[in-house]
């Protein structure tokens, strides 16, 4: 009777270690972090000769006495970094004694339930905002700024309504674009602005993805090999989807 009731904890102190890898990796955390963060939690539940393997499609991890690995696929990744807060703290929490086992796998089922992110109203006023102020950085372009808040503003909300709609990889980044480019010509067409250059550059650079090529540098110097190469891959492809849509308008209109 023991046995079974060790062997019982055993797979659930796994299955909290596979689930916070799971939630690091689909909301934007690096692969360092990832496997620290599992390696912890296997080590203060007590599970001996962990081993994990893991990339941004999936994981895999094992422990001694077990029959049987257990695996999870990936199939989304966001940059959500609240939620990998909150994992992380939970981690510590599970570290200090201050939650059982059983509290963490509940906590950390409510973390990937949970929705954790700003409202859409408030994600798009940030876009406008950073798309407005990189605007200035980048160009030095005040006298047209607003329409950098403007356009960077709707094309984001656009972007999220895409993404809640069809949910296709690149297709966001690329229509939006698309929308940011038309939007800055049409402005300058109907003689509201004057350099259409500073408004496409302010406008996407909520879309550009600085967070995947951090992730990939960061991979490949910690020596993952396949996440790095995969992340840098993913971020080169959205990077095309938005030059090409940029340069498609500004081509023929």
């Not at 890898?21 to 203060?44: H, P």
């Not at 007590?46 to 994990?52: E, N, R, S, T, V």
Request: hydrophobic share 50%; net charge neutral.
């Amino acid at each position: 009777m023991d046995k079974v009731i060790d062997n019982e904890r055993l797979v659930l102190a796994l299955n909290c270690s596979l689930l916070a890898g799971k939630l690091l990796i689909e909301n934007g955390s690096n692969m360092e972090r990832v496997n620290d963060t599992m390696y912890r939690i296997a080590q203060n539940a007590g599970l001996h000769y962990f081993q994990a393997f893991t990339t941004v499609t999936g994981i895999v991890v094992s422990a001694e006495r077990l029959p049987n690995a257990e695996a999870t696929d990936i199939r989304s990744r966001a940059d959500n970094l609240a939620k990998v807060v909150a994992v992380n703290e939970l981690s510590r929490e599970f570290a200090t004694g201050k939650l059982s086992l059983d509290d963490l796998y509940d906590k950390l089922q409510d973390v990937d339930h949970s929705k954790m992110q700003l409202s859409l109203f408030s994600q798009c006023m940030a876009a406008a905002v950073l798309s407005l102020t990189l605007m200035i950085v980048f160009t030095n372009d005040v006298k047209d700024s607003w329409a950098g808040f403007i356009v960077g503003g709707v094309s984001y909300w656009f972007y999220l309504w895409l993404l809640k709609k069809f949910r296709v990889k690149y297709m966001g980044e690329f229509v939006s674009s698309l929308l940011i480019a038309l939007m800055s010509v049409a402005s300058y067409r109907l003689g509201w602005t004057q350099n259409v250059n500073a408004i496409i550059i302010g406008a996407v650079m909520p879309l550009v993805p600085g967070v995947a090529l951090t992730n990939a540098a960061r991979d490949l110097v910690s020596g993952h090999l396949i996440s790095g190469p995969a992340r840098a891959l993913e971020a080169v492809i959205t990077s095309i989807a938005i030059g090409c849509a940029i340069v498609i308008v500004l081509r023929y209109f």
